[in-house]
C-alpha cells in the first residue's frame, strides 16, 4: 500500500484570508474518498495559525518562500519519512471529492507526476475551465505554457529521487520551470477530470488564465 501525505503551507493565512475560504479548503481535504493519507502542515510566516487540527505534523517556521518552504517539506517527507506519494494543495482552493483517488490510480499506473484539468473561480462563480488532458505536455511546456495544475499535483518518490527541485529564482515561474526541466525523464500524466477549483482574487499567486 502506498504511503500518501498531504502539504498545507501558507504565511499568515489567517490574516490573509477569509475564514470561510480556509474553512472550504479544509473540508475539500477531509472529505476526500482516499482517507489514507497524512497532513503535513507548515505556516511559515510570522505569526501561529493551523488550519488542520488533525495534522500529523504543524510545524510554524520561518522560510525566505513559499519555494524554500516546499522543498524542504518535499526533502523531509520523502527522504525521511518515506512517504511514496505527497500531494500539493492551496489553502484558497477546493478539492473534489476523487482528486486523491482518481490521482494515485495514475500513479499506480505508472506516472512520476500527475495533475488534473481545474476550473478557475470567484466571487461570482466558476468562470472558466481548462481542458488540457490530451495536448502534448513536452511540446506545450517548450513553449512555456504551463498546463500543469500545479496546486493539485501529485509527486511521486520516484520524480523527487531523480533531483528535480524548485529554484527560487524562477519565482514567479518555479512550477514552469521545475516541469521543463523534469519532462524529459518523468512520465507526466494530466487526469481528464476537473479536480480542482482554483480560486482567483488579488492575493493568488497568479491571476493569468495563460500562465
Given amino acids: 500500500m502506498l504511503k500518501v501525505a498531504v502539504i498545507s503551507y501558507h504565511a499568515n493565512a489567517y490574516q490573509i484570508y477569509p475564514l470561510k475560504w480556509l474553512e472550504e479548503y479544509r473540508d475539500s481535504i477531509m472529505n476526500q474518498t ?5 497532513l503535513f502542515e507548515v505556516n511559515y510566516g510570522k505569526t501561529v495559525g493551523m488550519i488542520f487540527w488533525k495534522s500529523k505534523s504543524y510545524q510554524s517556521r520561518e522560510f525566505p518562500t513559499f519555494v524554500h518552504c516546499m522543498n524542504w517539506m518535499l526533502d523531509y ?25 482518481k490521482s494515485l490510480a495514475a500513479v499506480k499506473s505508472g506516472a512520476d507526476l500527475v495533475s488534473c484539468n481545474f476550473q478557475l473561480f470567484n466571487e461570482h462563480g466558476i468562470y472558466h ?3 488540457f488532458a490530451r495536448l502534448d505536455i513536452k511540446k506545450e511546456l517548450d513553449r512555456n505554457h504551463n498546463v500543469l495544475c500545479h496546486p493539485a499535483i501529485a509527486y511521486t518518490k520516484n520524480f523527487w529521487s531523480k533531483g ?3 529554484v527560487p529564482d524562477d519565482i514567479p515561474y518555479e512550477d514552469l520551470k521545475l516541469w521543463q526541466r523534469a519532462v524529459n525523464d ?4 494530466i487526469l481528464p477530470d476537473h479536480l480542482l477549483l482554483h480560486r482567483v482574487h488579488d ?8 500562465r
Fill in 34 to 38: 482516499f482517507q489514507a493519507y497524512d
Fill in 203 to 210: 492575493n493568488a499567486v497568479c491571476r493569468s488564465n495563460n
Fill in 186 to 189: 518523468s512520465k507526466i500524466i
Fill in 77 to 101: 517527507l520523502f527522504d525521511e519519512c518515506g512517504y511514496d506519494v505527497v500531494f500539493n494543495s492551496n489553502v484558497d482552493d477546493i478539492f473534489h471529492p476523487q482528486w486523491m483517488e
Fill in 129 to 131: 475551465s481548462h481542458h
Fill in 164 to 166: 528535480h527541485r524548485y
